[in-house]
């Protein structure tokens, strides 16, 4: 059996990455303070729900029929400019449909077929006219629109900066208060900074012939910051 010897150097150099994740003891002062920054953006991507739900006697005839409607309905979406990555098929549904009496046992009525697709569309402007084009098209279920921001992250690292300054600010005043001074900052944690998704008001279709309208408004983008600062 051989046994292998490893350089001495091997462990002077693996010395220093551990020192490097090691955390320095607080001598001072603990203070954890928490803050948040935010910043606004205006809503650039809308997604909407749409979906055809139909009726018949028997199960196959729901269906084709729903297939049809369906079919008819991304047409119209594609025809208004959306493309095959922004529509995807949500849920399919098929569930027979009863009658209720009192003391009766329930009779089949029929079956009930249901489609959705939930639709992203990236140009706000054309949103009321494709919402239209659905309905035009024989979709009978609409749910949204949720407007979010494309690209969140210079908002968001705005944001960052905004809540470590107020946090930085806090702790002055704490130290001040105290009789002692900012040393350093220990450790900075952010809790889920994920743009919550928002409704616009105007959602109503015109008693004109014109295109559903669809305000953008104003997001609030926030970030939550947990920083433990050391005082002496």
């Known amino acids: 059996m051989k046994t292998l010897l490893l350089p001495l150097t091997a462990f002077c150099l693996a010395a220093p990455a551990m020192a490097d994740v090691t955390t320095t ?36 005839e729901a269906m084709a029929a729903n297939a049809r409607a369906m079919t008819a309905a991304i047409a119209a979406l594609k025809r208004a400019g959306v493309a095959d990555r922004d529509i995807q098929t949500q849920s399919i549904n098929l569930q027979p449909q009863y009658r209720y009496g009192d003391n009766q046992p329930p009779i089949l009525t029929g079956y009930q077929a249901s489609n959705r697709v939930s639709v992203r569309l990236r140009d706000l402007q054309k949103a009321g006219g494709v919402i239209d084009a659905l309905v035009g098209a024989g979709a009978n279920q ?43 900052i220990v450790r900075i944690s ?29 997001q609030e983008l926030t970030v939550n910051l947990s920083v433990v600062f050391e005082l002496n």
Do not use: F, N
């Not at 954890?32 to 739900?53: C, E, H, K, L």
């Open 190 to 218: 952010e809790s889920d900074s994920v743009p919550p998704p928002m409704r616009p008001m105007a959602m109503m279709a015109s008693k004109r012939a014109e295109a559903t309208p669809v305000e953008a408004g104003e």
């Open 142 to 184: 609409i749910d949204g629109p949720t407007l979010s921001v494309d690209q969140p992250d210079a908002a968001l690292d705005e944001a960052r900066a905004k809540a470590l300054a107020t946090a930085r600010a806090r702790a002055e005043l704490y130290a001040k208060a105290a009789g002692l001074t900012v040393r350093r």
């Open 25 to 60: 003891p607080i001598a001072g002062t603990e203070l954890d303070i928490q803050a948040t920054g935010t910043s606004t953006r205006t809503p650039d991507v809308a997604t909407i729900s749409a979906g055809v739900v139909t009726q018949a006697s028997k199960a196959g």
